[in-house]
Each structure stands twice: as C-alpha cells, then as structure tokens.
C-alpha cells in the first residue's frame, strides 16, 4: 500500500496532483491512497505531518476492509509532499522530543520525489530563507525565519530523524539541483546504518516531472523496480 503526498511549497496544492502517478501504479498492483492534509494558510508547521500520520494510522486500523498488507506500507510524495513523506517515514510522526504519549509508527519503504531532506543545509538556505523576500514559501509554513527559529527549521528536516528504524529510500530527482538539498548527506546516514538507499535523477527534467509525460511512465518503473527489490523476500 502506498500513502501519496502533494503540495506546493506547503501553501497549494490537492491531492489530485497525485492522480496520474497513483493511477499507473494501480495498473502495476498497488493500493495507493492520496490524502490531504492541512496547507500553511490553515495551520502552520506540524499540523500538515499530524494529518498524514492520522490518514496512516486509519489505513492500518482499516486494512482487512480495503485489502491493504499492513507489512508493506510505502511513504511516498513529490515536491513539499516529498519531504512531508521522508519527515513521517523517519520520524514515524513523533517529531517533539517532549512528546511521550505519541507512539511511532514505522513504514517500510520511501519515495522521495524531489523533496528537500534539510532545511538548514547550505544547499536549501539561500532558496528557503531567501533574504531578498519578506516571507518565503518554507517560513510562511514553519513560521518564521531560520536565523529566529532554527530550531524549528531543525524539526522540519527529515535528515535529523534518521536512524535504525529508517526505511529502504529511493530518491528520484530532477534536473534542478534546489530540490535535492540535503539528499546526499542523507544518503550517507543512511548506509552508515546499512539501510539500503537508491537515487534515480533524470537528467534535463524540470521539477513537477513526475506529472508529465515522458516521465511519468519511467518514474513508475523506477519505482516498481525499487519496491519489487525490496519486497521480494517477503512474498
């Protein structure tokens, strides 16, 4: 079963722009579910991952009823969907150290589609904490800029959750290097913990690819090929 993501610098977006994608992997044999969630003109930063982590909590309470194999669930979304999926896959939803009655809740494989994996890195700063403009897509949703709240720009970063119960991650990038910030760095956290990681990155494609033809059907295949390697020992 895969939980899809999409928006727009966390301020627009539906689930709808997932439909494409879904739709091809329907056709290849996945339950695919595309929630919504709450963008930053409603409730800030973490009220959007609150809301994924309650679709996935509903899909794993009713699995026996839509035919879902709780042991092969698949976190996956593009653009800011792509770094909630990675904030919630290596989180498990419990992103306040404070947070003792939260119970994790662990996936087993990622699809990150071009989707920052840190706010705070070198990489993403000059786009997300751009100084030239007031409010950037990224501050509007954490709440202000980084050099106020670091720390919250810290909590937004999937890299900072990865440890031991991280999922199999597959990146599949475009051609613009913005949208990949972090990834590497992540990529190395990842295999120190030998935790498998697979990029895919398609040369001269803009940002929203995984929308379009022609690379629509090869970013199915990717990522058919990555969850058919990763399932494959339990079938």
Request: proline share 6%.
């Amino acid at each position: 079963m895969g939980l899809k993501c999409a928006s727009r610098g966390w301020q627009s977006g539906t689930p709808s722009l997932m439909t494409a994608l879904a739709i091809t992997l329907v056709e290849r044999g996945y339950i695919v579910a595309t929630p919504s969630y709450r963008l930053s003109g409603e409730a800030p930063f973490p009220a959007a991952v609150e809301d994924l982590k309650d679709a996935l909590l509903w899909l794993k309470k009713n699995a026996r009823q839509y035919n879902i194999d709780s042991t092969k669930v698949v976190l996956s979304g593009g653009s800011a969907g792509g770094q909630l999926a990675a904030l919630l896959a290596y989180s498990g939803g419990v992103i306040d150290n404070a947070d003792t009655a939260s119970k994790r809740i662990n996936v087993q494989a990622l699809i990150n589609i071009d989707g920052l994996s840190d706010f705070t890195s070198a990489e993403a700063l000059p786009f997300e904490n751009n100084p030239a403009k007031a409010v950037t897509s990224a501050s509007k949703w954490l709440g202000g800029r980084y050099e106020s709240i670091p720390q919250r720009w810290r909590a937004a970063s999937p890299i900072f959750y990865i440890d031991k119960n991280a999922p199999a991650t597959l990146f599949i990038n475009s051609s613009v290097p913005r949208f990949r910030a972090g990834r590497d760095s992540a990529i190395l956290k990842l295999k120190e913990l030998h935790i498998t990681s697979q990029v895919y990155q398609f040369e001269d494609a803009p940002h929203s690819f995984w929308l379009f033809q022609p690379w629509l059907t090869p970013t199915t295949g990717v990522i058919d090929d990555f969850l058919t390697a990763q399932f494959a020992n339990s079938r």
